[in-house]
Structures are given as structure tokens and as C-alpha cells.
Nanobody, 120 residues
Framework: QLQLVESGGGLVQPGGSLRLSCTGS????????IGWFRQAPGKEREGVAC????????FYEDFVKGRFTISRDNAKNMVYLQMNNLKPEDTAVYYC?????????????WGQGTQVTVSS
């Protein structure tokens, strides 16, 4: 039984910050590239950021560069997404998943996601 569990979402005002957490149930995350994705209402799921398994290299989509930071703590079996200067368009359900590398297809294991709502 392999499961990914996301947490840390919530309601925040524009310009605020949240830190999302991702952990694995039934496996350890350190052997995999871990990506964060999000899905807004009526939209397809889109990639947000990824961190590699070997050297910790990070990748970001342009719309979050300079605002979001992905990191991992292998000792805690955790991957984080620090989100700063949040915008209303960041509102979505955020998911994490795994892949061999950040350039390979990811999945098929998805958690229930964590809701991020940015609103005044």
C-alpha cells in the first residue's frame, strides 16, 4: 500500500505564506524525485515544482519562481513547498507525487491533496 499524504493548506490573504508538507506512507521519499502539482477548479492539473533525488536540484514553473521554494528533509521523510507572496490565482488543491527524475512522468500515486485558498 503506497500512499502520499499532503498537508499544510489553508486560507490565507494575498501576500501571505503557507508551507505545504508531503510524506509517504509505505515507502520512503528519498529514492525519488518529488513533484508538487496543483489543480484549480475547472482546470487541468499542472506542475508547480520538483526536487531531484540525487543532488537535490530544484525546478520551478515560471509562475512560481521567486515565490515558492521546494525542499526535502530525508531524515523526516518529508518534502516541503514553502509558498510566499501568495496570489489569488494560486488557489488550488495541491498534490505531491513521485518520479524517477524530475523530467520523467510522475505518478501514479496521488494523495487527496491539500486545499490552498488565497482570498481577502
Amino acid at each position: 500500500q503506497l500512499q502520499l499524504v499532503e498537508s499544510g493548506g489553508g486560507l490565507v490573504q494575498p501576500g501571505g505564506s503557507l508551507r505545504l508538507s508531503c510524506t509517504g506512507s509505505g515507502f520512503t521519499l528519498d529514492a525519488y524525485a518529488i513533484g508538487w502539482f496543483r489543480q484549480a477548479p475547472g482546470k487541468e492539473r499542472e506542475g508547480v515544482a520538483c526536487i531531484s533525488s540525487n543532488d537535490g536540484t530544484t525546478f520551478y514553473e515560471d509562475f512560481v519562481k521567486g515565490r515558492f521554494t521546494i525542499s526535502r528533509d530525508n531524515a523526516k521523510n518529508m518534502v516541503y513547498l514553502q509558498m510566499n507572496n501568495l496570489k489569488p490565482e494560486d488557489t488550488a488543491v495541491y498534490y505531491c507525487t513521485k518520479g524517477t527524475t524530475c523530467t520523467d512522468p510522475m505518478g501514479p500515486y496521488w494523495g487527496q491533496g491539500t486545499q490552498v485558498t488565497v482570498s481577502s
